[in-house]
């Protein structure tokens, strides 16, 4: 009898722990109760500080904590943030790849069941009541508009200053949907005074007079700078006209055509007037010399973007039927157009596409009408082929482009929190396969970690693979949540610390949250 009980002992002990190797790496808290919630940006002390959860006054409620693991690896105290706070809504450290929604000063804003909405701060652990209506930012410049026609102007030091403005006009033709009659740069606050006259108040709160008669103005974002542009109205007043450049320098040129419808190359030389798009003619304008070029593609066309670094002009002209695919035009001053039939690109934001091209210009993204398809191809041979960023009947939920020139992809046919991890070569269009039915939770420059073969919200736990090493497990089945510690330029760099959530399915004295340097 005694030897049974002896093996029902261990059976059951054994039971406990989950099949495989233990987790790699230290166990920071052993437990079930401490839900991994996020992590602090460093503030150049050497501490990790780390986020979590445990159970509040009710089980609908949650306690916010800290602690702070130093250069050693050994841990703090654990100091208490917020009670009571509700643990969906109100801390915004979903997923894996950012901490949470941190402001500029390293706080955040959480919502407290007994002291209403709060600002956090995790460093010094400060947590301030906060009137979200009259909150404003600190240490910038900013303004509340007060109809119809007065701006009431903050500065960093608190003065304030109430300023007339000239009426704001009608929303106008697309790409000039709204044009206010004042703005920020940076900390220079420009208007269109009640007389037409724009006007800079910098910070020094002396105002200059830039122009006069201006009906309209913006700055134009280039890669030399932001660059003035103006509407003004003609000396006997019965039209306006177009010019770029600041008149305080001298240095404006005058356009034949209205700027409300012309965007400019990065180089700042060419401006491209857009009005005649509808009819397929395009117009280039060579400040240099003051030469126009038009260009007429013989079909409906919309502009896209300039191609980084270059004098191209990239339009989509689209299919009649807006289930078939389009036809991209590149459009230079210096050479005929050329076409890409079968092909769409546009402005709207896409999962890590912020533009119709890579940082450096080298590809370009191409979608496929009718189905989810998305696309690079090699941007100085546009009709070559273009190899796909994910494969048919998925959807792209993640892309980035890394230092060694190839994709980094997450695909999903159905559920989102669970994709695909891809690796494509937009040389040759070889692809490699990472990871299944997961979630990338952080990308370096030549490692990437993510969590897959997610079942009950829980998988393997991986890291490395984005050179020609497979990724390392690093936990098996268990993880739940992962964050690499933030630092410089390289997330995950070899040695990066990554904070991780390990919870069995049953109790385990694995269960709690690890850490683990980056192999």
Not at 84 to 111: H, K, Q, Y
Not at 142 to 166: E, F, K, M, N
Not at 398 to 404: E, K, S
Not at 487 to 502: E, K
Request: hydrophobic share 35%; charged share 15%; aromatic share 10%.
């Amino acid at each position: 009898m005694k030897g049974l009980a002896l093996t029902i002992v261990v059976a059951t002990t054994a039971a406990c722990l989950p099949r495989g190797e233990p987790p790699a790496g230290t166990q920071l808290l052993s437990g079930r109760s401490a839900l991994l919630t996020g992590l602090a940006p460093s503030n150049g002390d050497g501490l990790l500080r780390i986020l979590l959860m445990r159970p509040g006054s009710t089980s609908a409620l949650s306690n916010l904590s800290v602690v702070s693991l130093d250069a050693d690896n050994h841990l703090s105290p654990e100091v208490l943030l917020v009670p009571d706070i509700d643990p969906v809504f109100t801390v915004n450290c979903s997923g894996g790849l950012a901490a949470c929604e941190f402001d500029s000063r390293g706080t955040f804003l959480v919502s407290s069941n007994s002291q209403g909405t709060v600002r956090v701060n995790p460093i010094t652990g400060d947590v301030q009541p906060v009137d979200l209506i009259s909150e404003r930012p600190t240490g910038q410049r900013y303004y509340d508009y007060l109809p119809p026609t007065s701006v009431r102007l903050y500065d960093a030091d608190g003065h304030v200053t109430t300023i007339q403005v000239a009426p704001q006009p009608p929303p106008g033709p697309p790409p000039n949907v709204y044009s206010p009659t004042y703005q920020l740069l940076g900390d220079d606050f420009y208007y269109i005074d009640p007389q037409h006259n724009l006007i800079d108040f910098p910070p020094t709160d002396v105002p200059e007079q830039v122009a006069t008669g201006v009906t309209f103005f913006d700055f134009w974002d280039t890669a030399n700078g932001p660059v003035l542009v103006l509407n003004r109205m003609t000396a006997d007043g019965t039209g306006t006209q177009s010019s770029i450049g600041d008149p305080r320098s001298g240095m404006v040129t005058v356009l034949p055509f209205s700027v409300s419808r012309a965007t400019m190359s990065p180089d700042q030389r060419w401006v491209l007037d857009t009005e005649n798009e509808v009819y397929g003619q395009f117009t280039f304008f060579d400040r240099s010399s003051g030469t126009q070029q038009s260009v007429d593609i013989g079909q409906s066309a919309l502009f896209a973007e300039w191609r980084p670094g270059t004098n191209e002009a990239w339009v989509l002209a689209p299919a009649p039927d807006y289930h078939d695919s389009g036809t991209v035009w590149i459009l230079r001053p210096d050479a005929p157009p050329v076409s890409v039939p079968d092909a769409n690109i546009s402005t709207y934001l896409r999962p890590g596409i912020d533009s119709n091209f890579t940082p450096d210009a080298m590809y370009w993204y191409s979608t496929d009408a009718g189905t989810n398809i998305y696309q690079v191809g090699a941007a100085d041979d546009p009709t070559a082929p273009r190899y796909n960023l994910n494969p048919p009947a998925t959807f792209l939920s993640g892309n980035w482009y890394l230092p060694n020139g190839r994709f980094l992809t997450a695909n999903y046919a159905k559920d989102y929190h669970r994709s695909d991890a891809n690796l494509l070569d937009p040389r040759t269009g070889q692809t490699r396969l990472l990871g299944e039915r997961g979630m990338i939770t952080g990308v370096g420059q030549t490692r990437f970690m993510g969590v897959f073969h997610i079942e009950e919200l829980r998988g393997d736990l991986v890291a490395g693979g984005l050179e020609d090493e497979r990724p390392t497990k690093l936990a098996a089945e268990f993880t739940s949540s992962a964050w690499a510690e933030p630092q410089g330029d390289d997330l995950l760099a070899p040695g990066t610390r990554i904070i991780y959530q390990f919870q069995a399915r049953a109790a385990s004295p694995y269960d709690g949250i690890w850490m683990v340097n980056c192999p």
